[in-house]
């Protein structure tokens, strides 16, 4: 005697066969290198997961917070939490941090002299113009014996918080992004490393001076309080702490990009 499967009962199985290897997916902001490039590597491994990373790459550290503010984007991957914190302020969003994946270690570069202590009297130094990354500009040039500020440990300091600058440097505040390019015009430039990457800078070679491994300024992956515990991301996450990207990082950029995790 033949079974009989009925309609209906034939129909919520295909259902649920066809649930269980649906795709859902993720759309992610992030700054190209080295951001973009990590998402890149999880990429394949989280579509047989079932996620499809939609990486959306972009050249500013301010759309990527408004395009996942304005739920435009889901998520993005490019910034640290001084700097999260400053642009929730300045702005009025509520965007939070997921988890924290990676340091950049900052650092000081030159075209004009080899180390530090050939800077000349009046020489003019570039910082980004954002708060917290001038901030982590001017504690770094502290923490190299160039200016003493009024608080060392104060990552918001502005250039109106300098205490003492023996040699009279100039600072010239500029956009992040575009620091590399002006490295030919000025004596000594502030880069964030995920742009010096993209300049073809090595941290570890070409920067006069660099942040240790024990910088508190990680990477972050940041969501909104409505998706932040979404399942969607949090497979992001696992993926992003992994042991494989963990050896990924490391043996991609050489120090230049450090896993915090």
Do not use: C, W
Request: proline share 6%; hydrophobic share 45%; charged share 25%.
């Amino acid at each position: 005697m033949k079974s009989r499967i009925s309609p209906l009962f034939a129909a919520l199985f295909a259902f649920a066969a066809f649930s269980a290897h649906a795709e859902s997916k993720l759309s992610v902001a992030a700054t190209a290198v080295p951001h973009a490039e990590i998402l890149e590597h999880v990429k394949p491994a989280l579509a047989k997961d079932g996620l499809v990373l939609d990486i959306k790459v972009f050249t500013d550290y301010v759309q990527p917070n408004v395009q996942v503010a304005e739920k435009k984007i889901d998520v993005n991957y490019f910034q640290h939490q001084p700097y999260l914190d400053e642009f929730n302020k300045a702005k009025g969003t509520h965007l939070v941090a997921v988890a924290p994946i990676h340091v950049e270690p900052y650092g000081a570069y030159s075209k004009k002299v080899k180390k530090a202590a050939d800077l000349p009297n009046g020489a003019t130094i570039a910082i980004p113009n954002d708060p917290s990354n001038a901030g982590r500009a001017l504690v770094l040039l502290e923490q190299n014996g160039l200016i003493k500020l009024k608080d060392a440990h104060n990552i918001l300091s502005t250039v109106k918080d300098i205490a003492e600058n023996k040699k009279n440097f100039k600072f010239k505040e500029l956009e992040a992004a575009t620091l590399p390019r002006v490295l030919d015009q000025v004596d000594l430039a502030l880069i964030n490393t995920n742009y010096a990457l993209e300049a073809k800078l090595v941290p570890t070679r070409d920067a006069l001076f660099i942040e240790n491994a024990n910088s508190p300024y990680a990477n972050l992956i940041v969501a909104r309080p409505d998706n932040k515990d979404s399942a969607d991301v949090k497979k992001l996450v696992k993926a992003l702490q992994s042991a494989d990207v963990k050896q990924f990082i490391e043996t991609k950029y050489k120090g230049a990009v450090v896993p915090a995790f």
